[in-house]
């Protein structure tokens, strides 16, 4: 089946402007069960988005982050053709007012991922790819770069909560980058790592709609990704899964060399 990328971007797109904006410093938010915040956003979102797929194909089932793990797991047994969407992510962020969050959606075919969409509603920025096709910011290629930075004076991206106890003290302690930041809101993470923004990533455990997308983006832009233990980050299953970016090969080298030493 031919998926018309442009149709699901202006969905999305649609969507997102018309249910997270305007709610946007102005809502409450609950905790779900594994602590984390749900919001009205979340859920308009959730819903509009899948009965918007529904009417473009019908023929193709539909998971959400919003599903419980049952259904989550049956759709991925079960579904050749699989759309996976993260209806806002950085709900914390989002929450909080801080403005970085974004709506994120995959589609899965035969356990792999062949289309990815990202958007930013505050900044307008639509990040997608296609398997095999390339990658785009806002319908313009995007392609990562060489830095020339060093890893010792490389602005890295990393959620430190999710890593070993080891791990975060040997970062902490020998600290063998610049400067370190986190974003809150993996989608936008990925995307910025793609984007060139930033020069390295890591992250101790994502779910499958937090990397779904980001992770056909950073490779149709030519990023370089793996898990700690070395493996392909994408897998179509429920476990987290650790995440190592860098849209810069030596770096990534350097920062894979770093953390295999002291994880």
Same mark, same amino acid.
């Given at each position: 089946?031919? @998926? ?24 409450? %938010? ?23 797929? *529904? *009417? ?39 929450? *909080? ?47 990562? @770069? ?10 890295? @991206? ?41 020069? /390295? ?22 990023? %370089? ?35 295999? /030493?002291?994880?």
């Amino acid at each position: 089946m031919i @998926i018309n990328r442009k149709a699901i971007e202006s969905l999305v797109r649609q969507v997102a402007i018309e249910e997270i904006l305007p709610r946007f410093n102005k809502i409450t %938010y609950s905790i779900k069960r594994d602590g984390s915040l749900l919001t009205e956003a979340d859920l308009a979102t959730d819903k509009r988005i899948q009965q918007g797929l *529904a *009417a473009l194909y019908p023929s193709i089932a539909f998971l959400s982050e919003e599903m419980s793990r049952k259904q989550q797991t049956h759709l991925l047994q079960e579904s050749e053709q699989l759309w996976c969407l993260d209806p806002l992510d950085g709900t914390s962020n989002f929450a *909080a007012g801080i403005p970085l969050f974004a709506t994120s959606l995959a589609l899965f075919e035969k356990g792999k991922v062949v289309l990815g969409i990202t958007y930013d509603p505050i900044r307008d920025e639509m990040f997608s790819a296609i398997a095999g096709q390339g990658a785009w910011l806002n319908n313009q290629p995007l392609r990562c @770069i060489t830095s020339g930075f060093q890893l010792k004076n490389a602005v890295v @991206i990393a959620d430190f909560k999710r890593l070993s106890s080891q791990l975060q003290q040997a970062l902490l302690q020998k600290k063998p980058y610049g400067s370190q930041r986190n974003l809150g809101a993996c989608v936008l993470e990925w995307a910025w790592m793609a984007a060139n923004r930033g020069h /390295a990533y890591l992250h101790g455990g994502m779910k499958l709609w937090d990397l779904a997308a980001g992770s056909l983006i950073l490779s149709e832009a030519g990023g %370089y990704s793996a898990t700690l233990d070395g493996e392909i980050v994408f897998k179509p299953a429920m476990e987290s899964r650790s995440v190592v970016i860098s849209p810069d090969k030596q770096l990534f080298k350097e920062w894979i060399q770093f953390l295999d /030493a002291n994880k």
